[in-house]
């Protein structure tokens, strides 16, 4: 694992590497690991190098839905990056993976005497938001088909290799459905020729046939990610 296996960090410059590189915690993450926790201080912030992370929105009565997630694109703890300490949503790891860990305390002061540094974080924010965005389009206009091919694809930007180790458990709290829909979805997937689709893993075989099937709900986050992050 290295600082530049994740794109931000990449991104930032060799004088801001300096300034948060004897800061930074390789860190092994294994699935289920949160990364912070509803209304809970977030006290380091995650630089993913592997692996997928899942931003969840709940409510009191357990509620839950997937609004976004992260892989090695970015960074996990992003209240933090706002200058919030807490938020009631749940971040935690969907698959194994690895991340650099820093204090968010740390990261904070460096990104405060390093323009370069602060520009990055807060134009991944905003890309973010975007995703986020997205993801409320894709659930309110798009159909559940449409929807997973859209999530795989996004685990598929993510993870490395065509093999994504994902049960429909973890599928179903993704698109807010019941685990009979995600079936159902992942058997017309199949049907297309696209996936390849077990207990836990999904093999891609068509790239192109996914995004032909996510249609318009996917690819306005990843072309906001190439314009402002390059």
């Known amino acids: 694992m290295k600082i530049h296996d994740n794109r931000l960090l990449a991104l930032v410059g060799d004088e801001a590497l300096n300034s948060i590189d ?37 409510d009191p009565g357990g509620q839950r839905i997937e609004v976004g997630c992260i892989g090695l694109e970015g960074l996990a703890g992003i209240p933090a990056i706002l200058g919030v300490d807490r938020s009631p949503h749940r971040s935690f790891m969907e698959t194994d993976g690895s991340a650099y860990r820093i204090e968010t305390s740390t990261l904070l002061e460096a990104a405060k005497a390093n323009a370069p540094l602060m520009s990055v974080l807060l134009r991944w924010v905003h890309v973010f938001m975007i995703q986020i965005a997205a993801t409320a389009l894709a659930d309110g206009r798009y159909n559940v088909e449409q929807r997973t091919a859209r999530w795989l694809l996004m685990a598929h930007d993510r993870l490395q290799g065509n093999e994504l180790p994902l ?15 995600v079936t159902n979805a992942l058997h017309m997937v199949e049907g297309t020729g696209a996936i390849k689709a077990t207990r836990s893993l999904i093999t891609v075989r068509d790239r192109d046939g996914l995004e032909r099937l996510a249609g318009a709900c996917y690819g306005v986050p990843e072309r906001e990610y190439l314009r402002v992050l390059g």
């Open 167 to 181: 049960t429909h458990d973890f599928l179903a709290l993704m698109l807010g459905v019941r685990r009979s829909s």
């Open 22 to 58: 004897n800061a930074l915690q390789a860190v092994q993450l294994h699935q289920g690991r949160g990364l912070h926790e509803p209304m809970q201080e977030i006290t380091h912030i995650y630089f993913l190098t592997s692996g997928l992370s899942s931003e969840i929105a709940l």
